[in-house]
């Protein structure tokens, strides 16, 4: 079986577990925020029978348009990207980690790529220097 036709078997389960949970932290920011679907889809440019699509859960949403909405009631997105990060190394996603807020993990993400790829463009970046053997005379 190749990767492409495993990863179409195994990935609609979790998409649409992702889906589903960013529907409903959609819907509740949303309110939260004392905004109706009529307000945040003419905000996004989109259709409110759209939106309602998206808090539904509904499985033919796009996670682009998810990331626009959380994006836009300044949610975190990691509910989004965790579980996709795990898909992407072929490693199961542990469901236990969608309970609680995921800002501080998506964060903590964010810091090791950043902290590594800074250490990288340092290295890169420090020049070589040739250094005169001690004792040799100039």
């Given at each position: 079986?190749?990767?492409?036709?495993?990863?179409?078997?195994?990935d609609e389960?979790?998409?649409?577990?992702?889906?589903?949970l960013s529907?409903?932290?959609?819907?509740?920011?949303?309110?939260?925020?004392?905004?109706?679907?009529?307000?945040?889809?003419?905000?996004?440019?989109?259709?409110?029978?759209?939106?309602?699509?998206?808090?539904?859960?509904?499985?033919?949403?796009?996670?682009?348009?998810?990331?626009?909405?959380?994006?836009?009631?300044?949610?975190?997105?990691?509910?989004?990207?965790?579980?996709?990060?795990?898909?992407?190394?072929?490693?199961?996603?542990?469901?236990?980690?969608?309970?609680?807020?995921?800002?501080?993990?998506?964060?903590?993400?964010?810091?090791?790529?950043?902290?590594?790829?800074?250490?990288?463009?340092?290295?890169?970046?420090?020049?070589?220097?040739?250094?005169?053997?001690?004792?040799?005379?100039?």
């Amino acid at each position: 079986m190749s990767r492409n036709i495993a990863a179409s078997e195994a990935d609609e389960p979790l998409l649409s577990y992702v889906k589903e949970l960013s529907g409903k932290r959609i819907e509740l920011a949303r309110k939260r925020d004392g905004l109706t679907q009529r307000d945040l889809a003419r905000t996004l440019g989109m259709g409110v029978r759209w939106l309602r699509e998206i808090e539904s859960g509904n499985p033919k949403s796009k996670l682009d348009d998810h990331l626009r909405c959380t994006y836009h009631l300044s949610l975190s997105t990691g509910h989004i990207l965790i579980p996709l990060l795990y898909f992407g190394q072929n490693m199961s996603y542990p469901f236990q980690l969608a309970a609680g807020d995921l800002q501080e993990l998506e964060r903590l993400c964010v810091e090791v790529i950043s902290e590594r790829s800074l250490t990288k463009l340092t290295r890169q970046l420090t020049p070589k220097w040739r250094t005169a053997p001690i004792g040799a005379g100039g």
